[in-house]
């Protein structure tokens, strides 16, 4: 497929489900299109066995929404499909509206780079349920995969405590979109930089790289391959010293970092592509050092995450930056954040909100209803907790939340504590209200909100269970919904 006509050359209003498309219609043929409705993205566990997850993907979302348009290529494909009667699916009268169709609602989010939890909504997109109905695969997608990939690299990040992580993942990661996707959120969730260059443009995103294997093998010798790269690039020497003995990489890359020196140039460092990286890097930061170049740094790589390193980390390696690619760029242990969005309230223009809910066999499936908010406490220790109430029915300054997974769970806030409302508001009648700060901004918010949180919940082995749950009356009214739906009033 020329790639003038791949998704990344068209309108991207039919990237949805069918069902969202045949719901929409079946609004408007039930009347029920003039709807005013309420959605919210949530998710149910925190991934990777962790304890928290990172907020990322609004401004990507956001661009959808403003862009958000059913061209005539999108309507005449539509108008070619067909029901199992060989009828058309979708009528003229439909087609023409969606051609007309613009989001005119309301989105509210968590900012990227906040630490959210289970069970607290993401996103809370308001507006007439057709709109707001098509709008949810999109969304989805977008938040779902960037908030996954953006929380790997925090736990990478962490691992590394205070090292530099790269992001090399683009050549293994889930195509196009998942490369530049990943890129994004990794550096989000603290990267330092990434060696895809599409991303550091789009994005600003600091980007770096030096020569593989390959080019070592072209030449006849290693220290002739590290000789002619020194030559082309002196402000960019990082070898790769792995591809025959490694140590004798290192005193090739020593030798050549010599002759560097002598032109006005310093050697950036050298990289450790395999082996015992412990041993191996505590072996080339002495030689390195007993050579005078003290501040050449050694890289590791090699199909690392946040386990591999931290067990690096203690065994005392002294790799000072890490270049992490396949097991970051696809979340690795983790296929999907799992994040859903679910409707819970609707309402006449200008009516009484009616909340609405969905109950399961699962009581992580069951939904929460209202217009809901996030109330984040802090004490002088930190965060204490996170609250969900409706805005339609606000708590008092002295309030009570209870983990609707036990009731026995609860915890009190009084008027003294200070609070933060996390849903922001971001679009406001279809239009864009949220100034977007600098990604580099995101990530420094991403980066202190772990160091605020701390290690009881940004550890690997048992974390921390923070505290979310709903506002005392919200729970009220949420168990009165399900017992109604049940039978039980």
Known sequence: MPIERS???????????????????????AGKAGLESVFHMTFRENPFGGGYAVACGLDIAMDYVEQWRFDE????????????????????????????????GQ?????????????EPLLRVRGPICECQLLETALLNIVNFQTL????????????RGDA???????RAQGIDGGIGASRAAYVGGCAATSNVLAGKLFGIPVRGTHAHSWVMVFDTEIEAFESYAEAMPNNCV???????????????????????????????????SGDLAWLSRRARTMLDE????????????????????????????IAVWGVGTKLATADGQPSLGGVYKLSAIREPGGEWDYRIKVSEQAAKVTTPGVLQVRRFESDDGPAG?????????????????????????????RDISCTDLLVPVVRDGVRVYETPPLSAVRERALAQVDVFGRAVTRFLNPYQYPVGLEAGLFEEKTRLIMAVRGYL
């Open 386 to 414: 996170d609250m969900v109430f409706s805005e339609t029915a606000p708590p008092d300054d002295d309030c009570v939340m209870i983990d609707p997974a036990d009731v026995t769970r609860r915890k009190a806030f009084g």
């Open 73 to 104: 290529s999108d309507r005449s494909y539509l108008a070619t499909l067909e029901g199992n009667d060989g009828e058309r699916l979708f009528r003229d009268e439909f087609l023409e509206y969606l051609g007309k169709l613009r989001f005119t």
């Open 107 to 119: 989105v509210d989010a968590v900012p990227e780079g906040t630490l959210v939890f289970p069970g």
């Open 7 to 29: 998704a990344y050359g068209q309108s991207l209003a039919l990237l949805t489900d069918l069902y969202q498309l045949t719901m929409a219609s079946a609004y408007r043929e």
């Open 165 to 171: 992580v790269l992001e090399f993942g683009l050549r």
């Open 149 to 160: 990939i953006a929380t790997k690299a925090s736990r990478v990040c962490a691992a590394a």
């Open 291 to 318: 050579a005078g170049f003290v501040d050449a740094v050694v890289i590791g790589s090699n199909e690392l995450d946040e386990h591999v390193i931290k067990s690096l980390k203690d065994q005392g390696a002294t």
């Open 239 to 273: 070898f790769l010293v792995d591809t025959y003995d490694t140590l004798q990489g290192v005193e090739n890359a020593i030798s050549v970092a010599g002759r560097l020196r002598e032109r006005g140039h310093e050697i950036i460092g050298i990289r450790l592509d």
